[in-house]
């Protein structure tokens, strides 16, 4: 397992990369905040901490209590698509809000989601 202080510092790099995300999706992310009012997404560092987190740590299940249009979601499924196992499960009262979600999590493989 990784120290801590490498962990600080793979942080510190990846904090300063501009995108985690395909740049097609993060173009998509940024239209839809623009557009409406009721998502309620993390902020862009707090999404690569949960990359990174992910990323080190390796879990067989992450549940998200929150869905929104996915924008934290796609930060744990790129991850796990590099670790190459894992799943994420999330849940949200809005049925729109799970749409886009959904329509978010297609750019990556179904077999890291639910």
Not at 98 to 114: D, V, W
Request: proline letters at 2%; charged letters at 20%; glycine letters at 8%.
């Amino acid at each position: 397992m990784k120290s801590l202080a490498g962990f600080q510092k793979e942080y510190r790099e990846y904090g300063s990369m501009s995108n985690i995300l395909p740049k097609e999706l993060e173009e998509l992310f940024v239209y839809q905040k623009a557009s409406s009012k009721r998502l309620w997404n993390i902020g862009n560092s707090t999404a690569k901490l949960f990359y990174l987190i992910t990323k080190y740590l390796k879990p067989n299940y992450i549940l998200e209590l929150g869905t929104s249009n996915g924008f934290s979601g796609s930060h744990f499924l790129a991850a796990l698509e590099e670790n190459g196992a894992g799943k994420l499960i999330t849940l949200d009262s809005s049925w729109e809000r799970l749409g886009l979600a959904k329509q978010n999590f297609s750019f990556f493989s179904k077999k890291y989601y639910s």
